[in-house]
Structures are given as structure tokens and as C-alpha cells.
């Protein structure tokens, strides 16, 4: 079973940085697309970032230019350098591995981020 594991969370003020990660544990990672997707109090969960397989990414509009998500496939680890942090961007964030053939996609347990004012 695959296993994602995030950690890197924290509180932080307003315009610090935090940097996340995921350590996947199989080896499947490096041909996974991988996201970050957060989950405020009360909100939907939604999609923060992505990188397929050959390293292209996309951004949920309101993190560009702020957030940059990449990976290190020797050490099967996506991460998420969160700068210019918003007090909006409190959430639970969560690593998520799309499904490659028949092995079903996964998430990882969550992360608290706490952005202060």
C-alpha cells in the first residue's frame, strides 16, 4: 500500500515562508503525477498545485507567483515552497498521488499550515 507522508507545517506570520513535504514509499512515484491540495474550516477541498511525471506544473491562481511545487525522484518527495505566506492560505494541506494504471490514487494524512496576521 502506498503511503504519503507530509510534514513541514507550522504557524508562521503573515509574508514568512514554509516549505513542505511528501516521502511516497514506493517506487511508482516517479512515473505519479503528484498535487497539494488544502482544506480551510468550513471550505472544500481544493487544488493548490501539480506536477506530472516530467516535472510540468500548474497553479491554483491565487498561489501563483508565491507557491512553487517540485519533486526529487531519487528520494520519491514532492515538495511546496510556500512564500509570501496569506493568512488565507490557513488550511490542512494534503500531498496526493494520482493513480498510475490499476493502482489507485492516495493522500496523505495532512498538514496543518496556520498563517497569523
Known amino acids: 500500500q502506498v503511503q504519503l507522508v507530509e510534514s513541514g507545517g507550522g504557524l508562521v506570520q503573515a509574508g514568512g515562508s514554509l516549505r513542505l513535504s511528501c516521502a511516497a514509499s514506493r517506487s511508482i512515484f516517479s512515473i505519479s503525477a503528484m498535487g497539494w491540495y488544502r482544506q480551510a474550516p468550513g471550505k472544500q477541498r481544493e487544488l493548490v498545485a501539480t506536477?506530472?511525471?516530467?516535472?510540468?506544473?500548474n497553479y491554483k491562481d491565487s498561489v501563483k507567483g508565491r507557491f512553487t511545487i517540485s519533486r526529487d525522484n531519487a528520494k520519491n518527495t514532492v515538495y511546496l515552497q510556500m512564500n509570501s505566506l496569506k493568512p488565507e492560505d490557513t488550511a490542512v494541506y494534503y500531498c496526493?498521488?494520482?493513480?498510475?494504471?490499476?493502482?489507485?490514487?492516495?493522500w496523505g494524512q495532512g498538514t496543518q499550515v496556520t498563517v497569523s496576521s
Open positions: 506536477i506530472t511525471s516530467g516535472g510540468n506544473t
Open positions: 496526493h498521488r494520482d493513480p498510475v494504471g490499476a493502482t489507485p490514487g492516495a
